[in-house]
């Protein structure tokens, strides 16, 4: 429809099943590599969200504020999945839609989830240790280590309550959301969306 960014439904399933093909196809190397840049990214916005939100029992801000902005800066780290193109492993459940055409194999999902599950896990981790040797969870008086324990404690908490009960959200959900909405429109901004500067070079020799 003219005017409307966005796919319509059908199109979006039609370009789910499109992008879990093209994304179970990609070799070995560069699935593992995309998914250590995935988790990576996501590290970065937490250790933003966790850097925003320290210190939050002594702040003036209410508690409700204070989340908002939490949440904010974790964002950081889902655009830049998705701008930067990387694999995140809940964003590609998604290619289930291409397995439930038959249009990839059972091996080829298994192994991409596989590949991109341990390149997430190995991003994460590369970029925790780099925060642990920065010194950062010592930052504000050491609010920031004891910020990023309590989140711990309470994601923990929330994995181990969601295996006896399914009516609670979990984030990975919202992560699956975001992947499929984010994905699925005609454009989204990116150097393309602007109009390039005309170089010297470009302009028309007189003479």
Do not use: Y
Request: glycine letters at 12%; aromatic letters at 6%; a positive charge.
């Amino acid at each position: 429809m003219e005017g409307i960014d966005a796919l319509l439904p059908p199109e979006m399933a039609k370009k789910a099943e499109e992008m879990g093909v093209r994304k179970a196809s990609l070799d070995a190397g560069r699935t593992l590599a995309l998914g250590v840049l995935a988790g990576a990214f996501i590290a970065l916005g937490a250790c933003f969200m966790t850097t925003v939100t320290a210190g939050a029992g002594s702040s003036a801000w209410p508690p409700g504020v204070l989340r908002l902005f939490g949440g904010v800066a974790f964002s950081l780290g889902l655009l830049l999945v998705v701008v930067g193109g990387a694999e995140l492993f809940t964003g590609n459940t998604l290619l289930t839609m291409a397995w439930a055409s038959r249009r990839i194999t059972t091996l080829a999902l298994v192994r991409n989830w596989a590949l991109v599950l341990v390149g997430n896990a190995v991003g994460a981790l590369g970029v925790a240790a780099l925060v642990v040797l920065s010194g950062q969870l010592k930052f504000i008086g050491g609010a920031v280590g004891a910020q990023a324990i309590a989140i711990a404690a309470i994601a923990a908490t929330i994995a181990l309550d969601s295996m006896t009960s399914h009516s609670l959200p979990r984030a990975d959900d919202g992560a699956r959301l975001q992947a499929w909405i984010s994905r699925f429109s005609r454009s989204k901004p990116g150097p393309r969306s602007f109009p390039r500067q005309r170089r010297a070079s470009d302009r028309p020799r007189v003479g």
